[in-house]
């Protein structure tokens, strides 16, 4: 069974853009939750989206936002760009039908994204 | 909402042997998870092992067994005969019953040596 795949792998922008990210979770999965990684902040939850709904949301400001697609295929897009947001974006898929406990994450192997 | 904490920063154990990373947590959730993954240096989260907080008895995976307290809030992964290969970050992580979102601790380096 393929995992998690993510596009792109790399990315580079300038302040002020915008970006978005893609995800593909593993086939059945319908969960799929996304993460940001930096070294100050550590690994923090962005949302997760199930069945085209957006379930739970983190604390990041409304320049984040996503959207999952019939197919459960997600994207990530985040306007504005400040360099802040420089950070490892990982995407993760569940089956999502036991919520909590026992829906174990998969992770993709993640989108670097650097603002200049 | 949940707290986890791992308080090793770096750890370091000879090939072969048996290593310990230690991860602490707090909720007042009845109903929670736990899991670990390793994160090698190419970034991608693996995962290793989950304890529900129902569980009786301690997980397991292959090498990997989760030393699970709950009196105490701990949730301590054991890594029997330690390989090159398991040189990664490892995570701490869990969730409570309100949905996907999870809360991870701030990593345990660890470092295999021959």
């Known amino acids: 069974k393929a995992g998690v795949t993510q596009t792109p792998r790399y990315l580079i922008k300038t302040r002020g853009q915008q970006v978005t990210l893609s995800c593909s979770p593993i086939?059945?999965?319908?969960?799929v939750s996304w993460y940001q990684q930096t070294p100050g902040q550590g690994l923090q939850f962005l949302f997760e989206?199930?069945?085209?709904?957006?379930?739970n949301k983190g604390n990041f400001p409304g320049r984040f936002s996503g959207r999952q697609f019939s197919n459960s295929r997600s994207e990530m897009n985040v306007s504005t760009l400040e360099l802040g947001d420089s950070a490892l974006y990982l995407c993760a898929s569940s089956r999502g039908r036991d919520r909590g406990r026992g829906d174990t994450q998969y992770f993709g192997p993640g989108t670097r994204l650097t603002v200049l | 909402a949940q707290k986890i904490t791992q308080t090793q920063p770096g750890m370091f154990v000879q090939e072969k042997e048996a290593v310990t990373l230690d991860c602490t947590y707090d909720?007042?959730?009845?109903?929670?998870?736990l899991f670990w993954y390793k994160q090698p240096s190419s970034g991608e989260m693996i995962f290793l092992i989950y304890?529900?907080?129902?569980?009786?008895q301690n997980a397991t995976e292959g090498r990997y067994s989760l030393n699970f307290q709950k009196a105490r809030k701990s949730a301590n992964l054991v890594i029997s005969a330690s390989q090159l290969g398991d040189s990664a970050m490892y995570f701490c992580?869990?969730?409570?019953?309100?949905?996907?979102?999870?809360?991870f601790g701030t990593g345990t380096q660890l470092k295999v040596e021959l």
């Open positions: 086939s059945g999965h319908r969960s």
């Open positions: 992580s869990g969730v409570t019953g309100g949905g996907n979102k999870l809360t």
């Open positions: 304890q529900g907080s129902y569980d009786e």
């Open positions: 909720t007042s959730d009845q109903s929670y998870g």
């Open positions: 989206y199930f069945s085209e709904t957006q379930r």
